[in-house]
């Protein structure tokens, strides 16, 4: 992609505003927060200490509306640390530039590398770089830095203590997150009845069990429905795909196909009224003709071997499903009364660690990151560099307001070229219509200190209402807000609105040419990526082959941990290829054609070894020496060959092919496993073909795609 097209797509995407669901209990609740803080300053103390006490009620609400599975309370105290700490050491050090220079190198290269923690972290150190930002325009002593530390503290107390006392839709995220992942396999169902080979993202159930992961004392009080039907959910998928294999399942054309219709049709049904049930804390309502459709019909089994057992399984675990719930289950036409209450089972919870266990794991995630070639370590670097840049700037200037270049600047900055470069046009369109509006407001009615501090709050309240749709809308509602802010402080607003367009529209372009000039490609990268997601996915076949080959000592949590770690290289696939699109680089490394034939290939390994772990043996069979022969021959290439992948040569697969002919001659062509393996061969063959570099396997790929 030319710089051109890259920066017409970022303008485009910087300008987009979304349509999405609104929270307006969450974004009331999280403005009563601001309005209480400077209501009290503006009672107790001083329009000054009011406007300064607000950014912490105002960081402490952004933080609680970023996507996370910890306590709301905890993101907001987390925040009213971070920010009085920061705060503390900003005022003491604010009377010398030097000193407050070195102070700033270091706070933002460390809030810099907090990405590498996760995207909350990553916000709430930012966070902190700007209340530090802002305070070199309050200089004060020792004791005067502890006491405005301990008001921006405030008003993070002050966001935590209302999310305890007026709870809106207790476990929303988790019962949301689970619900989700039922009606995407609803929807799953629903396409392989028409698609027997549909894509399913795994994204859904990724979230579903990261909102499952609790400390114990959240465990105790998790309400029971969220308990069960997640690991249900992940039962289910596989045993979907396979039912509706036209190889390992029922046959593509006659009245098993049919049946197997009704059955993806009728599981489709089920499932969504389990994930309605969940969503909202109701009973499970069935629809009559589903559960007509999961009873044997009267003429006897339609369906016959591998579909037969994969159709049973369905059932039985969408029974489970239905169970989980811990509900009465009602139909929407009883007949004979409504059925009993079956008790919910218990399912133990994924251990979430506390607070202080997580110090260990962030250290592991920053020493990780700690390194030259990570994007996460040259983005600290960068927002280092352009924070000091942008102070320098910015005090040079004879704008006043100097703060605001480096605010712009590391506001805006992320770790990667598209979110910056949408984020620096979005912030600086929004920042001119919500200066526009704010003081067309402040110029027509001159309105005092109190009726300030109401329209501040209520930009406030729009932004926590509209933050989702995109990020000018946000910064058009935060420009207003300060605008009002300075009415509030008594500050000349006529003067500082011009400033401001400017400072903000400078520190936009700084964070751009930052990027341009010291960029973090992931185009480079993808065929790591792709190798990454080859040797996951090796591992996952490789542990569901040996099921097969040695079924008494299969080992249920290896396949699991596998098929976690083949997710989430998929997802890191994906990412990567997203982010790629957005780069203005020319060399890829890997053609589009390629990508996406090869995409496809390593999505189709994964969903034959996923057809494969529906029909895991039991430990009492006999083991397979020819599943233990290909394993291994699949075990000796992966290395090799996802080493090809990165470095641009040929795959060789021979070996495993060899292996999988002499299984297939020696069992025949009636095994599951062998079926299963024979899909596997055949997904590692087209990728070859995508990957070739020769022009002749190019093409054959482009033909596929």
């Given at each position: 992609m030319t710089w051109s097209s890259a920066l017409r797509k970022s303008v485009r995407a910087g300008l987009t505003v979304e349509r999405t669901p609104l929270t307006p209990l969450l974004a009331l609740r999280g403005t009563l927060g601001v309005a209480i803080v400077i209501g009290l300053m503006l009672w107790l103390g001083t329009p000054k200490l009011a406007v300064?006490?607000?950014?912490?009620?105002?960081?402490?609400?952004?933080?609680?509306?970023?996507?996370?599975?910890?306590?709301?309370?905890?993101?907001?105290?987390?925040?009213?640390?971070?920010?009085?700490?920061?705060?503390?050491?900003?005022?003491?050090?604010?009377?010398?530039?030097?000193?407050?220079?070195?102070?700033?190198g270091v706070w933002t290269l460390l809030a810099g590398m907090a990405w590498a923690i996760g995207p909350v972290s990553g916000l709430v150190a930012t966070q902190t770089i700007a209340v530090m930002l802002v305070t070199v325009t309050l200089p004060t002593s020792v004791a005067g830095a502890l006491h405005h530390a301990g008001l921006i503290a405030f008003g993070g107390l002050v966001q935590a203590a209302l999310i305890v006392l007026l709870p809106i839709r207790p476990w929303g995220l988790q019962r949301d997150a689970l619900a989700d992942a039922l009606a995407a396999e609803a929807d799953y169902a629903r396409r392989l009845r028409h698609d027997p080979v549909a894509r399913f993202d795994p994204?859904?159930?990724?979230?579903?069990?990261?909102?499952?992961?609790?400390?114990?004392?959240?465990?105790?009080?998790?309400?029971?429905?969220?308990?069960?039907?997640?690991?249900?959910?992940?039962?289910?998928?596989?045993?979907?795909?396979?039912?509706?294999?036209?190889?390992?399942?029922?046959?593509?054309?006659?009245?098993?196909?049919?049946?197997?219709?009704?059955?993806?049709?009728?599981?489709?049904?089920?499932?969504?009224?389990?994930?309605?049930?969940i969503r909202w804390g109701r009973?499970?309502?069935?629809?009559?003709?589903?559960?007509?459709?999961l009873e044997v019909p009267e003429s006897g089994p339609i369906l016959d071997g591998a579909a037969r057992r994969s159709a049973l399984r369905l059932i039985a675990l969408l029974g489970d499903a239905v169970e989980a719930t811990d509900e009465p289950v009602r139909t929407t036409a009883p007949q004979n009364g409504d059925p009993k209450r079956e008790p919910g089972k218990e399912h133990r919870h994924l251990l979430r660690p506390s607070v202080p266990r997580l110090v260990p794991v962030a250290l592991?995630?920053?020493?990780?990151?700690?390194?030259?070639?990570?994007?996460?370590?040259?983005?600290?670097?960068?927002?280092?560099?352009?924070?000091?840049?942008?102070?320098?700037?910015?005090?040079?200037?004879?704008?006043?307001?100097?703060?605001?270049?480096?605010?712009?600047?590391?506001?805006?900055?992320?770790?990667?070229?598209?979110?910056?470069?949408?984020?620096?046009?979005?912030?600086?369109?929004?920042?001119?219509?919500?200066?526009?509006?704010?003081?067309?407001?402040?110029?027509a009615f001159h309105p005092g200190t109190w009726v300030c501090a109401a329209l501040a709050v209520l930009c406030i309240g729009l932004m926590y209402l509209l933050?989702?749709?995109?990020?000018?809308?946000a910064s058009a509602c935060i420009a207003g807000y300060v605008v009002f802010l300075l009415g509030i402080a008594g500050?000349?607003?006529?003067?500082?609105?011009?400033?401001?367009?400017?400072?903000?529209?400078?520190?936009?372009?700084l964070a751009m040419a930052a990027y341009a000039l010291f960029p973090t490609w992931e185009t480079p990268r993808l065929r790591d990526r792709l190798g990454d997601w080859l040797e996951a996915n090796g591992r996952y076949?490789?542990?569901?082959?040996?099921?097969?080959?040695?079924?008494?000592?299969?080992?249920?949590?290896?396949?699991?941990?596998?098929?976690l770690d083949s997710r989430a290289a998929r997802t890191a696939w994906e990412d990567a290829a997203a982010r790629a699109l957005t780069e203005p680089v020319r060399h890829r490394g890997i053609s589009?054609?390629?990508?996406?034939?090869?995409?496809?290939?390593?999505?189709?390994?994964?969903?034959?070894?996923?057809?494969?772990?529906?029909?895991?043996?039991?430990?009492?069979?006999?083991?397979?020496?020819?599943?233990?022969?290909?394993?291994?021959?699949?075990?000796?290439?992966?290395?090799?060959?996802?080493?090809?992948?990165?470095?641009?040569?040929?795959?060789?697969?021979?070996?495993?092919?060899?292996?999988?002919?002499?299984?297939?001659?020696?069992?025949?062509?009636?095994?599951?496993?062998?079926?299963?393996?024979?899909?596997?061969?055949?997904?590692?063959?087209?990728?070859?073909?995508a990957l070739s570099p020769g022009p002749g396997g190019r093409n054959r790929a482009a033909r596929r795609v």
């Open positions: 300064s006490s607000a950014f912490g009620a105002f960081a402490a609400g952004v933080a609680t509306f970023q996507r996370s599975w910890r306590p709301r309370p905890v993101l907001a105290l987390a925040v009213a640390v971070g920010l009085a700490v920061s705060t503390f050491l900003g005022y003491v050090a604010a009377a010398d530039h030097l000193a407050f220079a070195v102070l700033l994204q859904p159930l990724m979230d579903a069990r990261e909102a499952a992961e609790l400390t114990p004392r959240q465990a105790r009080s998790r309400p029971r429905q969220l308990g069960g039907p997640r690991g249900v959910a992940e039962r289910i998928r596989p045993v979907l795909a396979s039912l509706a294999d036209p190889v390992l399942g029922a046959p593509a054309e006659g009245p098993e196909r049919d049946r197997a219709r009704d059955l993806l049709g009728a599981a489709g049904s089920v499932l969504d009224s389990v994930a309605r049930a009973p499970v309502r069935l629809s009559p003709e589903a559960v007509d459709t592991r995630a920053l020493r990780r990151e700690a390194r030259w070639s990570s994007p996460i370590g040259r983005h600290g670097v960068r927002i280092t560099v352009v924070a000091l840049i942008g102070y320098a700037l910015g005090s040079a200037l004879p704008l006043g307001h100097g703060y605001w270049v480096p605010l712009t600047s590391v506001m805006v900055m992320r770790p990667d070229f598209g979110q910056t470069y949408s984020r620096g046009v979005g912030r600086f369109v929004g920042t001119v219509v919500g200066v526009l509006i704010a003081g067309a407001l402040m110029a933050m989702g749709t995109g990020y000018s809308v500050e000349g607003w006529s003067q500082t609105v011009q400033a401001r367009v400017a400072l903000t529209l400078l520190g936009g372009l076949s490789l542990a569901v082959l040996g099921a097969f080959a040695e079924p008494a000592e299969a080992k249920p949590r290896r396949v699991r941990e596998a098929l589009r054609t390629a990508e996406r034939a090869a995409e496809s290939a390593l999505a189709t390994m994964g969903r034959a070894t996923m057809l494969m772990e529906a029909h895991l043996p039991d430990r009492s069979t006999d083991p397979s020496k020819g599943a233990a022969a290909f394993a291994e021959a699949l075990r000796a290439a992966l290395p090799d060959t996802a080493a090809a992948v990165r470095e641009r040569r040929e795959l060789d697969w021979s070996a495993p092919r060899a292996a999988l002919d002499a299984w297939r001659a020696e069992a025949g062509d009636t095994g599951v496993a062998v079926r299963g393996a024979e899909l596997l061969m055949e997904a590692l063959e087209e990728l070859a073909t």
